[in-house]
């Protein structure tokens, strides 16, 4: 996390290539219409939420957005009771804590809908970083607080190779210690791969990606998934589409 009294001199970040300016109209113009459009949807869940497992309807935890400033994220509540804010950091495949509807929320990550909200309100982006809890904000030591200049999205490369996240811990012991020691390392070295060369093409191209990557699979899935080959055939793709 940004240490006491760096804040991030957001005038160096690398950004669209038309200009600092667009993003804050993109993220709004691409929100807007996506709540609109998604209203019935958000109903139908919040239907289905409340008679699977009565109130409340949505779960919010602070995060930490860009410069390491906390933040509060919402989503659709997916466990049942308080077991959001009790109990490990990190979602397993099959965890317990999941209610019917949780699952299928979780399966085809309809909980993050409500984020949109997060979007309009200016905490976070339509493509970015997922944002952390302060449970892992030391993990962002030398090699990887740089992620922490990039307003953190919904959407984003490490999103969408991520996407089958819980089928990874099957062989940890200690899921969070695996999250620590693993995967946000890698998390970290796709974006700083991606972001600083980012364009609004290709941050369209991963909105539309982790959209259809719902109906497929992932090529980080399952225990025995080779995470480090995926990941480094991933970064040198980048850098071929980043010269072009």
């Known amino acids: 996390m940004a240490s006491d009294g760096r804040i991030t001199d957001i005038a160096r970040l690398d950004a669209y290539e038309m200009g600092t300016e667009a993003l804050p109209m993109f993220d709004l113009v691409v929100a807007t219409g996506a709540l609109v459009l998604l209203v019935p949807l958000m109903i139908l869940i919040a239907v289905a939420i409340c008679a699977d497992s009565g ?94 200049d990039y307003k953190p999205g919904i959407f984003g490369p490490s999103q969408t190779l991520f996407r089958n996240e819980g089928s990874l811990y099957g062989g940890a012991d200690d899921p969070e210690q695996y999250y620590r020691d693993v995967l946000f390392p890698t998390k970290a070295r796709i974006d700083l791969a991606y972001y600083p060369s980012r364009t609004m093409w290709r941050d369209i191209g991963w909105i539309f990606r982790g959209t259809f990557a719902v109906f497929g699979g992932s090529p980080l899935s399952g225990p025995g998934a080779n995470i480090a080959e995926s990941v480094e055939r991933w970064v040198q793709e980048n850098r071929r589409e980043t010269v072009r």
Do not use: I
Request: charged share 30%; proline share 6%.
């Open 55 to 148: 109130w409340p309807l949505f779960f919010s935890q602070t995060r930490l957005g860009r410069g390491g400033r906390p933040f509060r994220l919402y989503k659709f509540r997916k466990f049942h009771g308080s077991c959001g804010t009790n109990g490990q950091a990190v979602t397993v495949e099959n965890d317990s804590r999941l209610t019917r509807v949780g699952r299928v929320l979780e399966r085809a990550k309809l909980d993050e809908l409500p984020q949109l909200w997060n979007v309009l309100k200016g905490d976070m982006a339509v493509v970015g970083p997922r944002p952390e809890t302060p449970n892992f904000a030391d993990c962002f030591d030398d090699s990887c607080r740089r992620v922490l």
